[in-house]
Structure formats: C-alpha cells, structure tokens
C-alpha cells in the first residue's frame, strides 16, 4: 500500500480533525472566560469547571478530535497531520466572515494565506516517514 | 533593571511558565501518542480485519498510547489553567504557534520522521500564520 498518496476517506478524515478541534476550542473558551478566576490553591474549582454545559460541549467536539486524530496518526506522520490541524483556525475565520459577517483585518487575512500556503505545501510531499523493514524473524507470532 | 537593562517582571515570568507548560506537555502527548499509532499500525487495515471492536482493542491495549494520553490530559488542564489568567488572544496564538515547531523538532528527534525542508517551511509558515490569525 503506498503511503504518498491518502484516499478521499483519508482526505475526510483530515477535514475532520481540522474543523473539531478549532470548534471545540472556541467551545471551551466561551465556558472559562465566564467563570471567575480559579486559583491553584483550590484544583476541585477546575475540576468542576468541565462539567458545566459550554466545556460539557467543547470536551464532545475535542473527543470527535481525538478519534479522527489518532485515525490520522495510524496512517500519516505526525509533521504531516499537524498542518491540517491548524487550517481548521482558516474554516473558522471564514465561517466567522461570511456566516457571523465578522471583520478580519488585514494581519488575520495574511495569517489565512500562509497557513493555507504552508498546509498546500506540505500536501502534496508524502504523507508517512517508510523506514526500512526490520529483518524479518522466521517465526512470526500468532 | 540591571546596567540598564528592563528585567521581566513576575507576571511576565507567569506567563511564559503558563505557556510553556502548555507547550511542552501537548508536545509530549502528541509525541507519545502518534509514537504508540505507528507502533499499533493503520487502523483502517485493522478494522477491515478486525472490525471497530479490534480497532479499538488495539488503541486501548498500548500502554505508550495511555501515557500520551497522560501528557495530553495534563497540557489540557493547562490550557483551561492558562486561559482562565491570561487572555485567549495571547494563549492561543503563543501556545498553537509554538506548539507547532516543537512538534516538528521532537517528530524529527524521537518519531525519526522525515522532516525535510518541505515540512520544515510548512511548519514555519503555519506556525505564522496561526500566530497572526489568532492574535
């Protein structure tokens, strides 16, 4: 099986692990930023934190993350699939631009472009690392 | 301020430690675990044979996969530690950017993963460009 090249499922699973993680994020931003500041001297106040319900939802998406993630890694380097992980911030600034009718300044329209540029770049090199097979053993198990 | 020279204050101090310990622990989770997916194989091929069961079985079954685990856990709490101080527009860009070139110098070192200047430049210009979006 080559490597070099991912199948469209691959492909979707890469645009999954793009999209849940910046949303997830997003999610759990929400919940903090609305709790009063928690202080080390008292870790439980962090503990309850995750179950109130916007962390409740963040902590869903990022477990979505998770499982597409390690998908990922199965197949792919993990240099490789990092990019992708990051052009979910690019879906999430364009939602925000034509779906909430947000402003992007100009510093945010360059951040789009290079991290479009660099997840292109990185595209289209191979996507797993072959190292050269271990001598083979005689006697495989099972 | 020594000769001259502005010294961080505490809070400055606080803040790299927040960030930097975000960093680090998500490196290390994200290390360990695509070091315990390589070591399992490709999930889709086990699946095929195996069904979502052995799928599963196999990600559960790897010790190295729950020490990753571990890490991320840890980079987790945080990150909620860190957003709950500081605002997110200096932990996002700060703790997303950096953890992007960490990750390609410890892929390089400890998965031994090809990073040639293809994934190098990528990383660079992904790590900017997180760096400038979500600032």
């Given amino acids: 099986m080559s490597h070099s090249r991912l199948k469209p499922g691959q492909y979707a699973i890469l645009g999954l692990v793009s999209i849940s993680a910046p949303l997830g994020d997003t999610l759990l931003d929400r919940g903090m930023s609305h709790m009063p500041p928690i202080s080390l001297a008292h870790p439980s106040a962090l503990l309850a934190a995750v179950f109130t319900p916007w962390v409740v939802a963040g902590i869903a998406l990022l477990i ?18 990092l990019p992708a992980t990051a ?9 925000s631009k034509f779906w909430l009718h947000e402003e992007i300044s100009p510093s945010r329209w360059a951040g789009i472009a290079l991290i479009t540029v660099g997840v292109g770049f990185v595209a289209q090199g191979p996507s797993r690392t072959e190292h050269p097979a271990p001598p083979s053993s005689p006697e495989e198990a099972g | 301020m020594i000769a001259g020279i502005p010294m961080p204050d505490a809070n400055h101090w606080a803040e790299a430690a927040m960030i930097a310990t975000v960093v680090l622990s998500s490196t290390a989770g994200e290390v360990l675990t695509a070091a315990a997916m390589k070591s399992i194989g490709d999930l889709d091929d086990i699946r ?11 990600v559960v079954t790897c010790p190295l996969f729950f020490l990753g685990v ?3 856990a840890f980079a987790f709490f945080a ?8 605002p997110l527009s200096l932990v996002a860009p700060a ?11 410890a892929g390089k070192i400890f998965l031994k993963e090809n990073v040639d200047r293809r994934r190098w430049v990528s990383a660079m210009l992904v790590a900017m460009g997180v760096y400038l979006l979500t600032q």
């Fill in chain 1, 64 to 81: 979505g993350f998770f499982a597409s993630y390690l998908t990922a890694l199965s197949w792919a380097d993990l240099t490789y699939v």
């Fill in chain 2, 70 to 72: 571990g890490f991320l």
């Fill in chain 2, 95 to 105: 703790s997303a950017s950096l953890t992007l070139v960490t990750n390609a110098i």
């Fill in chain 1, 87 to 95: 052009f979910g911030n690019v879906i999430v600034a364009l939602l």
């Fill in chain 2, 48 to 58: 095929a044979v195996s069904g979502l069961k052995g799928a599963i079985k196999a």
């Fill in chain 2, 79 to 86: 990150l909620l530690f860190a957003l709950n101080h500081l």
